[in-house]
């Protein structure tokens, strides 16, 4: 029985960080043993907020293929590949784009949304307002049926169906697959400063290479329960940056369920779960890390994994633009 | 010396009339011994408002070919290629859409005619709003520094322009050459009765295979002065059609002019300005109409006009696009 294929992929802004490793990366671990896994070193679409610094998106290209491989992701299983080096993926969005109105584009909830956290105002670069279109290519290139979103990003994959299904509709027949958006259960990470999103710019990220002295750093700078003064004070669960932590990586989960009913009730001070969640972070971290210095070492790997695994992904897209072109009846050459 | 390349081309959406090869046609059969010149096989643009009938971008490819070779486009000298066939027209064109706003886009002053004339409304495709980035593409792929383009269109150029400069800003250095539009001397030629735009949709249009008594029919039906009754009533040469194609079409100037001094005192029949326009275009078409109907039996012949040209394009197209993505500093694999 043929797996089913599952996409996804990281814009190549900046290495990755734990929140990106409790939302997909160690999602993706699971998924090359049950799926057929691409996995997109999206540096195209990274270039449509990017395109006044296009050095920043070619030097991420490796560091996110590294923080790939550190984590574990295996080339044999999973294909890292490179979105620029896939033309067909730049020649579908371009039909695709024909088959979805600007006024829909504008609707979409989450380009809505992205305009306005970016500020663009009216702005918005061409590209940025078009890269629905481009996903649906990505995601129909692959025929991925299964595509792991966080919440805010479904409406990119209706916007995909409808595409999937006015293609068909033209062809009259079945040439392209709808996709199923699949949104993980651990919710994002917060950043060690109890921001909602953690991010490298914003100062309030944990690097997949952070050395230990700078994880210790970190976790001690957490945000807790600004009113859990003494060790005796009840303190507060729900939004303590340290048990959102412990939420997704502590694997003790009956420990961790007294730890909470402790730390509500009072008596349990914010330097023991520190400790605890360190030890679980340093633990976890100082693999990667290491693995990442080595793999950094021989970088001609890093790029044989990427150029032989962008030959696949060639192929596997190719063959699809091919169907869509002769299932729409436009001229082959 | 090098000769200037020039890039020009027909969105394939219907054979050629007698229109095209007043405005562009007969100017490319020169510009071939003068110019290293692209034709361009639009099929890809030609889906940004035909994507509900692909079938007929695609029967239109050949369509179009044979009339460039029938009007006499040596592929020796001129390039005939096929636009869906050039990937790099689509990854530069997904590029350039992140150097120009959505909002530049609508301001352009041919996209905001076009959508009115199109009735698009608030449903325009987005690739119909995205052609001019498009179409940038085109120009710069091929390294054109000159374009014919019809009046109306001039402003794509300017958008051209603008995109070549913003690329070469975010390189630090001249990748790309900014071209200039060139508009043909003859305006457009009128439709036979009398509207502005010649067209076969609208059904006022001469095709380059019409049979001699279709010419005949066609000339017979021309809309002139309606004022002008009798052959001694003087009559009005503007906004008269046979005589714009006889401005357009008949060499001997010093005759011409004569006869428009006649008809305007009076003392000069429709017949007979019919009857000269008529020999003229029998003398044009006919040599193009056998050509035609002899390369129509050949079309395996056609077909690899169109596939060798598009190998010779692809080549050129994919060194630009290199230069670009090396110029701005992206990823290479």
Redesign the interface.
């Known amino acids: 029985m043929t797996r089913p294929v599952i996409l996804t992929g990281d814009r190549?802004t900046g290495p990755l960080h734990i929140g990106h490793f409790a939302g997909s990366l160690r999602n993706r671990l699971r998924f090359q043993e049950s799926h057929e896994q691409f996995l997109l070193l999206a540096?195209?679409q990274a270039?449509?907020?990017n395109?006044?610094d296009?050095?920043k998106?070619?030097r991420n290209?490796t560091e996110v293929a590294l923080d790939y491989l550190a984590t574990g992701i295996d080339p044999e299983k999973t294909t890292i590949c490179?979105q620029?080096?896939l033309?067909?993926l730049?020649?579908l969005?371009?039909?695709y784009?024909?088959?979805?109105?600007?006024?829909r584009?504008e609707r979409n909830p989450t380009i809505k949304d992205e305009i306005r956290a970016r500020g663009f105002g009216?702005?918005?670069?061409?590209?940025?307002?078009?890269y629905p279109?481009?996903q649906a290519a990505d995601i129909t290139a692959f025929k991925a049926t299964v595509v792991p979103v966080g919440e805010d990003q479904a409406p990119l994959i209706e916007q995909t169906n409808e595409i999937v299904r006015r293609i068909n509709a033209?062809a009259g027949k079945t040439i392209l697959l709808e996709a199923q958006a699949i949104i993980p259960k651990t919710g994002r990470l917060p950043g060690i400063d109890g921001k909602a999103k953690m991010s490298k710019s914003a100062g309030n990220a944990i690097s997949l290479s952070a050395p230990p002295e700078v994880i210790s750093t970190a976790v001690r700078a957490m945000f807790t329960d600004p009113n859990h003064l003494r060790i005796e004070d009840p303190g507060q669960v729900e939004g303590n940056v340290v048990f959102a932590f412990l939420d997704a990586f502590d694997e003790d989960l009956i420990t961790l369920e007294e730890l909470k009913a402790q730390y509500r009730q009072g008596g349990l001070g914010d330097g023991k779960i520190k400790r605890r969640l360190d030890e679980i972070l340093q633990a976890l971290i100082g693999p990667i890390r290491t693995h990442r210095e080595e793999l950094a070492k021989d970088l001609p790997y890093v790029l044989d994994v990427?150029?032989s695994g962008?030959e696949r992904a060639r192929s596997r897209t190719e063959t699809t633009k091919r169907e869509v072109?002769e299932g729409?009846?436009?001229?082959v050459?």
Chains 1, 2 share one sequence.
């Open positions: 190549t540096d195209t270039l449509t907020d395109a006044h296009p050095g998106v070619r290209v490179l620029s080096g033309p067909a730049a020649e969005s371009m039909l784009l024909n088959f979805v109105t600007v006024s584009l009216r702005d918005i670069p061409a590209g940025f307002l078009c279109a481009a033209t990427i150029r962008t072109v729409l009846g436009l001229f050459l």
